[in-house]
């Protein structure tokens, strides 16, 4: 069975970092995409970045380019979403989710002051 | 970035069938977009139904499938059921950087 789960979520000041982490089992990891989505409060789904399998490529939604980087640490069968410059707007339910579909239960990020 | 088009809402009669589609601004969708469905339930996780097209997961209803229509993507329920009232989203996939739509509401009346 396929298991994601996010940490690392909170409430942060506007300016502030936070480092989001996601693990994953069940799969064999290094072969796979890996993706950070978020959902604002009554939203929709908005992808935000991902990380190919060796990791030598990695995209981002423009709103949060040269704010946020993603990583992955295949030895931990582990990603992370490093948070920086953080704004309002940045307030959502952050998910992980892989290639092929499987998501964890997602992690709440507050932006506010 | 691309702009993925749906539906913002569809009503389908318990048994019915209804199809969602999901296109791109940058032209017809391919295979080569990757398409993915996915249905959220209020408050809940999105739960993944389609992906790459037309594969389906071991916990997709066998009413559910995917496929390319008239130069977009389709997600087809076939015998809709009161549980499958849902907001539904697809995803495609533009050279790496990835889309979502802005989801349909479905509705089973």
């Known amino acids: 069975e396929v298991q994601v789960v996010e940490s690392g979520g909170g409430l942060v000041q506007p300016g502030g970092s936070l480092r989001l982490s996601c693990a994953v089992s069940g799969l064999s990891f290094s072969n796979y995409w890996m993706n950070w989505v978020r959902q604002a409060p009554g939203k929709g789904l908005e992808w935000v970045a991902n990380?190919?399998?060796?990791?030598?490529?990695?995209y981002y939604v423009d709103s949060v380019k040269g704010r946020f980087t993603i990583s992955r640490d295949d030895a931990k069968y582990s990603v992370y979403l490093q948070m920086n410059n953080l704004r309002a707007e940045d307030t959502a339910v952050y998910y992980c989710?892989?290639?092929?579909?499987?998501w964890g239960q997602g992690t709440l990020v507050t932006v506010s002051s | 970035q691309a702009v993925v088009t749906q539906e913002p809402s569809l009503t389908v009669s318990p048994g019915g069938t209804v199809t969602l589609t999901c296109g791109s601004g940058?032209?017809?969708?391919?295979?080569?977009?990757?398409p993915y469905w996915f249905q959220q339930m209020p408050g809940q996780v999105p739960r993944t139904l389609i992906y790459d097209t037309g594969n389906k997961h071991s916990w997709t209803p066998a009413r559910f499938s995917g496929s390319l229509l008239g130069g977009k993507a389709a997600l087809t329920l076939s015998g809709a059921q009161p549980e499958d009232e849902a907001e539904y989203y697809c995803?495609?996939?533009?050279?790496?950087?990835?889309?979502f739509g802005g989801g349909t509401k479905l509705t089973v009346l």
């Open positions: 940058t032209g017809g969708v391919t295979s080569g977009h990757y």
């Open positions: 990380i190919k399998p060796d990791g030598s490529q990695k």
């Open positions: 989710m892989t290639g092929g579909g499987y």
């Open positions: 995803l495609l996939v533009y050279s790496g950087v990835v889309v």
